[in-house]
Nanobody
Framework: VQLVESGGGLVQPGGSVRLSCTAS????????MSWYRQAPGKERELVAA????????NYADSVKGRFTISRDNAKNTVYLQMNSLKPEDTAVYYC???????WGQGTQVTVSS
């Protein structure tokens, strides 16, 4: 199992960024995928998850209405669209395949003016 994230960077408060995670080594379309994050000095937390098949989603209360998780099974890719970003969203974001306990390397998102 391999998960490779991309799309992080520095963004101003109120801005947007889209993270991508491309998966390989398993039948992507059959499994739930998740995004977690870890802010400095804090524990990792679940940000969002999306099932497959079906595409049911769930979100942390702190990101509901601002973040959207989606997936393209044809591309073996899961996305996290992050809007109305706040400084407290600053963290390393990880793509996770929970069924395998597999984590990507993480991508830094910094929200700062």
């Amino acid at each position: 199992v391999q998960l490779v994230e991309s799309g992080g960077g520095l963004v101003q408060p109120g801005g947007s960024v889209r993270l991508s995670c491309t998966a390989s080594g398993f039948t992507f379309s059959s499994y739930t995928m998740s995004w977690y994050r870890q802010a400095p000095g804090k524990e990792r937390e679940l940000v969002a998850a999306i099932s497959s098949p079906g595409g049911s989603t769930n979100y942390a209360d702190s990101v509901k209405g601002r973040f959207t998780i989606s997936r393209d099974n044809a591309k073996n890719t899961v996305y996290l669209q992050m809007n109305s970003l706040k400084p407290e969203d600053t963290a390393v974001y990880y793509c996770v395949a929970p069924i395998f306990g597999s984590w990507g390397q993480g991508t830094q998102v910094t929200v700062s003016s």
